[in-house]
């Protein structure tokens, strides 16, 4: 794998490799990864992986037609060969009037934002085994925990480089580590699963293996000996490791790629209150150590802070060049590259805490439910129908209580989002940070 200098120098040869071919503009991006993991189960080494990759993609334009090509090959005959190859292929092509590199006058210049995204140290097969086995050891020793699916850890390095035919050129490597148990509690027909895991740029930004451990095992124990819901509406409320999907689920909808394409139920809601005016969601590509951190996007434009969702109204849409030039509108720095022509997505999002705790959320609540696993896909992205099998414990009287199983939430994201309400149990170490959330009026098929 490449450093990013290296990264860098080849994703621009790459570039004046496609113009000396014939291509009238061109982009290039290097991704490489390494990564190493340990899986531990019942005390026993199971697994050792290691795993390395370099991959370049370079997307070329020839008048207005384009053609995207990638390889994992980088030798300099393989390059000759890739950009030869793009610009046939773009030859061949429709026109398309959207596509094209990003407004020179947009590209960012630098110097970048310092994030924190690589990791100086380097744990050693040893430290990832003994890391995953204290997971699993706290995990099973846990009371009622019978069985262990393994403890687990990981730890890698990536580098991504960006370089275009008008002048931008940038990369930078970031780390990720990791610690993971699955236990199961029970016997016979009343087992139950559960699991803990956290990742961070930052090995010391973990919790200690020990505490995932426990914290698999004690969930596992408390999902013993469900019970059926009885179908009807109800307050749900979502934990903090599922509530961050109903989120996933805006972003998808603002998406200006799903705009362009007329595939958003968020369509001709835009100038809506869509949610409470207490609730805002952010979007921070700058926060340090963060996993979805980026000094630039992957057009080469500037990443920024921003409010997608400011006293519950939408600020706009998450916008690359291609969907800004079909709407009309400015790129957003939200462009999102891998193979082939960018897409698009969001940086690290969160909800914004509200003013009560937990507690507080759940206190009025007679008869409702806490979910804690969703199951399936069924979501509409086109209509915002929901449907989603689940899992969780009881709320009565204002209590947690006990735990119940096989039960389906339904309802339609625009009410849900208008019903939502935020505690103050904001927490962060995900893509995708949420506090617990409480939608009144969902409806529960259960029994």
Not at 17 to 23: C, F, I, W
Not at 37 to 51: A, H, M, N, P, Y
Not at 65 to 91: F, K, P, Q, T
Not at 353 to 366: H, K, T, V, Y
Request: glycine share 12%.
């Amino acid at each position: 794998m490449l450093d990013p200098s290296a990264a860098q120098e080849r994703a621009a040869a790459l570039v004046e490799r496609a113009r000396r071919a014939g291509a009238d503009a061109a982009d290039a991006a290097y991704i490489g990864d390494s990564s190493e993991s340990i899986q531990v189960r019942l005390g026993k080494l199971e697994d050792v992986e290691r795993s390395e990759s370099e991959h370049a993609t370079l997307r070329v334009f020839v008048g207005r037609a384009s053609a995207s090509i990638g390889s994992s090959d980088l030798s300099d005959a393989a390059l000759d060969e890739l950009a030869a190859r793009a610009v046939a292929m773009a030859g061949s092509a429709p026109d398309d009037e959207f596509a094209g590199l990003a407004p020179e006058e947009l590209l960012t210049k630098g110097p970048f934002p310092e994030l924190e995204l690589c990791d100086p140290a380097e744990p050693s097969p040893a430290m990832l085994r003994e890391a995953a086995a204290a997971a699993e050891d706290a995990a099973r020793a846990v009371p009622g925990v019978t069985n262990s699916e393994g403890g687990g850890a990981s730890a890698g390095k990536s580098v991504f480089a960006l370089a275009t035919s008008h002048g931008f050129v940038g990369g930078y490597a970031s780390s990720s580590h990791g610690i993971s148990a699955s236990v199961i509690a029970g016997e016979g027909a009343g087992m139950q699963r559960d699991y803990a895991w956290r990742s961070a740029r930052h090995a010391a930004d973990l919790p200690g293996a020990q505490e995932i451990g426990q914290q698999a095992g004690a969930r596992a124990v408390r999902r013993l000996e469900p019970v059926r819901l009885a179908s009807g509406a109800m307050p749900v409320v979502f934990d903090p490791r599922v509530g961050g999907s109903l989120i996933g689920h805006l972003l998808g909808a603002i998406s200006g790629a799903a705009i362009a394409r007329r595939a958003s139920f968020l369509l001709g809601h835009e100038e809506e209150q869509l949610f409470d005016s207490a609730i805002s969601i952010l979007d921070d590509p700058h926060r340090p150590r963060a996993l979805r951190s980026k000094p630039f996007d992957g057009e080469g434009l500037p990443t920024s802070p921003r409010a997608l969702i400011e006293g519950g109204r939408l600020t706009g849409w998450l916008m690359n060049c291609a969907a800004a030039r079909q709407l009309g509108e400015r790129p957003t720095g939200h462009a999102a590259r891998g193979g082939g022509a960018p897409g698009i997505a969001a940086s690290n999002t969160h909800v914004a805490a509200g003013s009560l705790s937990r507690a507080e959320l759940i206190a009025d609540i007679s008869d409702g439910v806490y979910v804690t696993e969703l199951i399936g896909h069924g979501v509409n992205g086109v209509t915002g129908d929901y449907s989603r099998g689940a899992s969780g414990f009881r709320i009565a009287r204002g209590e947690i209580a006990g735990p119940v199983a096989e039960f389906t939430i339904a309802g339609n994201l625009l009410q849900m989002f208008r019903a939502m309400t935020a505690a103050n149990d904001l927490e962060w170490y995900r893509a995708i940070n949420v506090p617990t959330l409480r939608i009144d009026g969902l409806m529960i098929a259960g029994d």
